[in-house]
């Protein structure tokens, strides 16, 4: 049974950095694109990064461009979003998923529905 557990989460104030990691279980997830989504209380589940397969590609979201950065370890199953310089605003639960399509475009990687596979989420908090 393939599943991705998320993990790193926690509490900081503005300005602190957090890894998050997400480590996939059942099958292998190297041949796959993978993603963070984040999603806060009262709003939809948004796109924040995406890395190709072959871990050559990235995509960011505008609001952490700069600020965070995806990375794979194809040995050790599993996709890590490094979050420096954190602010309230990303503040919300991050979600990591992988994609079966072998597809990379820009504007498909953003979608929700590109993925199959998610986690459960893990909580980030921001103080300011």
């Known amino acids: 049974q393939a599943k991705l557990v998320e993990s790193g989460g926690g509490p900081v104030v503005a300005g602190d950095s957090l890894r998050l990691s997400c480590v996939a279980a059942g099958r292998a997830f190297n041949s796959m694109n993978m993603g963070w989504f984040r999603q806060a209380p009262g709003k939809e589940r948004e796109f924040v990064a995406a890395l190709s397969w072959s871990g050559s590609m990235t995509h960011y979201a505008d609001s952490v461009k700069g600020r965070f950065t995806i990375s794979r370890d194809s040995a050790k199953n599993a996709v890590y979003l490094q979050m420096n310089n954190l602010r309230a605003e990303d503040t919300a639960v991050y979600y990591c998923?992988?994609?079966?399509?072998?597809?990379?475009?820009?504007?498909?990687?953003?979608?929700?529905?590109?993925?199959?596979?998610w986690g459960q989420g893990t909580q980030v908090t921001v103080s300011s």
């Open positions: 998923a992988a994609d079966t399509s072998g597809i990379w475009d820009t504007e498909y990687v953003v979608e929700r529905l590109t993925y199959k596979y």
